[in-house]
Protein backbone atom coordinates (compact mmCIF):
# COMPACT_ATOMS: atom_id res chain seq x y z
CA UNK A 1 0.00 0.00 0.00
CA UNK A 2 1.14 3.40 -0.86
CA UNK A 3 1.44 5.75 1.76
CA UNK A 4 2.12 9.91 1.25
CA UNK A 5 2.84 11.97 4.04
CA UNK A 6 3.43 15.70 3.38
CA UNK A 7 5.25 18.28 5.35
CA UNK A 8 6.35 22.03 4.61
CA UNK A 9 3.25 23.94 4.63
CA UNK A 10 2.53 27.36 6.44
CA UNK A 11 1.47 30.80 6.82
CA UNK A 12 3.68 33.19 4.44
CA UNK A 13 3.56 36.95 2.80
CA UNK A 14 2.67 37.68 -0.74
CA UNK A 15 6.02 37.15 -2.69
CA UNK A 16 7.67 34.60 -0.13
CA UNK A 17 8.64 31.35 -0.71
CA UNK A 18 7.45 28.11 0.95
CA UNK A 19 8.90 24.32 0.19
CA UNK A 20 6.57 21.20 0.35
CA UNK A 21 7.78 17.46 0.83
CA UNK A 22 5.99 14.26 0.62
CA UNK A 23 7.93 11.41 1.84
CA UNK A 24 6.80 8.42 -0.26
CA UNK A 25 6.77 4.74 0.88
CA UNK A 26 5.34 1.39 -0.36
CA UNK A 27 5.44 1.54 -4.01
CA UNK A 28 5.49 -1.69 -5.78
CA UNK A 29 6.96 -0.55 -8.82
CA UNK A 30 9.26 1.45 -10.23
CA UNK A 31 6.84 3.22 -12.91
CA UNK A 32 5.01 5.65 -11.31
CA UNK A 33 4.14 9.05 -11.12
CA UNK A 34 3.59 11.92 -8.77
CA UNK A 35 2.14 15.29 -8.75
CA UNK A 36 0.58 18.09 -6.03
CA UNK A 37 -2.70 18.95 -6.41
CA UNK A 38 -4.55 22.01 -4.34
CA UNK A 39 -7.57 22.37 -3.29
CA UNK A 40 -8.91 26.15 -2.19
CA UNK A 41 -12.48 26.65 0.11
CA UNK A 42 -15.51 26.13 -2.19
CA UNK A 43 -13.25 25.02 -4.97
CA UNK A 44 -12.15 21.93 -6.92
CA UNK A 45 -9.19 20.15 -6.35
CA UNK A 46 -6.71 21.23 -9.12
CA UNK A 47 -3.34 20.08 -10.17
CA UNK A 48 0.26 21.60 -9.73
CA UNK A 49 2.76 20.39 -10.89
CA UNK A 50 3.40 16.70 -11.73
CA UNK A 51 6.02 14.25 -13.00
CA UNK A 52 6.26 11.04 -15.26
CA UNK A 53 8.06 8.06 -14.51
CA UNK A 54 10.08 9.10 -17.17
CA UNK A 55 10.86 12.31 -15.44
CA UNK A 56 9.11 14.68 -17.73
CA UNK A 57 7.00 17.36 -15.88
CA UNK A 58 4.03 19.12 -15.86
CA UNK A 59 2.93 22.67 -14.75
CA UNK A 60 -0.36 24.44 -14.05
CA UNK A 61 -0.32 27.79 -16.00
CA UNK A 62 -1.35 29.73 -13.08
CA UNK A 63 1.96 28.42 -11.46
CA UNK A 64 4.36 28.10 -14.15
CA UNK A 65 7.84 29.84 -13.38
CA UNK A 66 7.27 29.85 -9.75
CA UNK A 67 6.52 26.58 -8.56
CA UNK A 68 9.19 23.77 -8.99
CA UNK A 69 8.47 19.79 -8.48
CA UNK A 70 11.37 17.79 -8.12
CA UNK A 71 12.28 14.45 -6.37
CA UNK A 72 15.08 13.12 -4.67
CA UNK A 73 18.02 10.57 -6.28
CA UNK A 74 16.09 7.42 -4.21
CA UNK A 75 12.47 9.09 -5.65
CA UNK A 76 11.14 8.72 -1.92
CA UNK A 77 10.84 12.27 -1.61
CA UNK A 78 8.80 14.49 -3.91
CA UNK A 79 9.24 18.35 -3.20
CA UNK A 80 7.11 21.13 -4.19
CA UNK A 81 9.25 24.60 -4.42
CA UNK A 82 6.76 27.28 -4.38
CA UNK A 83 8.27 30.75 -5.09
CA UNK A 84 6.64 34.60 -5.32
CA UNK A 85 3.81 33.23 -3.74
CA UNK A 86 0.52 35.22 -4.37
CA UNK A 87 -3.01 35.31 -2.03
CA UNK A 88 -4.56 33.13 -4.67
CA UNK A 89 -1.77 30.18 -3.80
CA UNK A 90 -3.44 29.51 -0.39
CA UNK A 91 -4.77 26.41 -0.12
CA UNK A 92 -4.69 22.50 1.05
CA UNK A 93 -2.04 21.22 -0.85
CA UNK A 94 -2.07 17.47 -1.40
CA UNK A 95 0.28 14.78 -2.84
CA UNK A 96 -1.06 12.02 -5.33
CA UNK A 97 0.97 9.10 -6.82
CA UNK A 98 -0.13 6.73 -9.77
CA UNK A 99 1.20 3.56 -10.78
CA UNK A 100 2.21 3.17 -14.63
CA UNK A 101 2.65 5.06 -17.72
CA UNK A 102 0.89 8.26 -18.66
CA UNK A 103 0.98 10.56 -20.86
CA UNK A 104 2.57 14.32 -19.89
CA UNK A 105 -0.28 15.96 -20.98
CA UNK A 106 -2.64 13.75 -18.31
CA UNK A 107 -0.73 14.32 -15.15
CA UNK A 108 -2.61 17.23 -13.72
CA UNK A 109 -5.71 14.96 -14.15
CA UNK A 110 -7.13 14.32 -10.32
CA UNK A 111 -8.97 11.20 -11.74
CA UNK A 112 -5.88 9.19 -13.04
CA UNK A 113 -4.02 9.10 -9.25
CA UNK A 114 -4.73 6.47 -7.06
CA UNK A 115 -3.59 7.41 -3.72
CA UNK A 116 -3.11 10.84 -1.56
CA UNK A 117 -2.25 12.53 1.05
CA UNK A 118 -3.56 13.90 3.91
CA UNK A 119 -2.42 17.63 2.87
CA UNK A 120 -0.60 20.75 4.29
CA UNK A 121 -2.16 24.21 4.57
CA UNK A 122 -0.58 26.84 2.44
CA UNK A 123 -1.89 30.45 3.28
CA UNK A 124 -0.27 33.48 1.76
CA UNK A 125 -1.62 37.21 2.97
CA UNK A 126 -1.22 39.95 0.75
Known amino acids: QVQLVESGGGSVQSGGSLRLSCAASGYTSNTYYVGWFRQAPGKEREGVAA???????NYAPSVRGRFTISQDNGKNTLYLQMDSLKPEDTAMYYC????????????????????WGQGTQVTVSS
Open 96 to 115: AAGIGQVWVWKLLLRSIYGY
Open 51 to 57: IASDGRK
